[in-house]
């Protein structure tokens, strides 16, 4: 478990600094009443990367393709990896969403302001991004080590990027209404 809770933590650090997808067995994850398929998918495909250790794929899950280069030809992508690296030696079993609530419409701005502000961080001639839907909810992960099952929890977002698809952002509801706010006071 400390794999994905080092990798998520690296991501949210450097996605407050910006703002102030394969298909799954169907086995291994429980279907989701409000959240749609391809968002569940999302959210299942990240774990999967976290613990195969494809930091590229894990990063398709999170950003526009242009975002992706950027932060490769940033460096911040040895950061990652670096991350990945650390912690558990368990496999991963599954992934299951759930309690999936809609973001307000303040959030989803928010979330295309997150989009637009990494773009200008990394330099990339990239966005304005639009965000046309979006949902909190709870990821919950189990891995298999020495024998015995562990799960871990994990209040996420998950976004449909127009024209990218499904994204997952490690950053909540709140910290996305901020990001909206800081836009509209820029102009």
């Known amino acids: 478990m400390k794999r994905i809770i080092a990798t998520v933590l690296s991501l949210a650090l450097m996605g407050c600094a910006a703002v102030s997808c394969s298909s799954k067995k169907d086995s291994d994850k429980a279907a989701s009443r409000l959240l749609p398929a391809a968002a569940d998918t999302c959210v299942s495909d990240f774990s999967e990367n976290v613990f ?24 911040l992508m040895d950061q990652l990896e670096s991350a990945m690296k650390t912690g558990s030696t368990g496999s991963y079993k599954s992934c299951t969403t759930s309690g999936e609530v809609k973001l307000s419409d303040k959030a989803i701005q ?46 996420i977002i998950v976004v449909n990027v127009d024209g ?8 909540d509801e709140a910290t996305l209404e901020a990001a909206a706010d800081n836009q509209a006071s820029q102009g």
């Open 110 to 155: 928010g979330a295309g302001a997150y989009f637009d502000t990494y773009a200008q961080m990394l330099k990339v001639s990239a966005g304005p991004y639009k965000v046309s839907d979006g949902y909190k909810l709870k990821m919950t992960v189990v891995t298999t080590e020495n024998g015995k099952d562990e799960s871990f929890d994990e209040d």
């Open 52 to 75: 195969g250790g494809k930091s590229n794929e894990m990063l398709t899950c999170m950003y526009p393709d242009e975002l992706v280069s950027g932060l490769k030809d940033s460096g």
């Open 164 to 171: 990218e698809g499904w994204k997952l952002i490690p950053m």
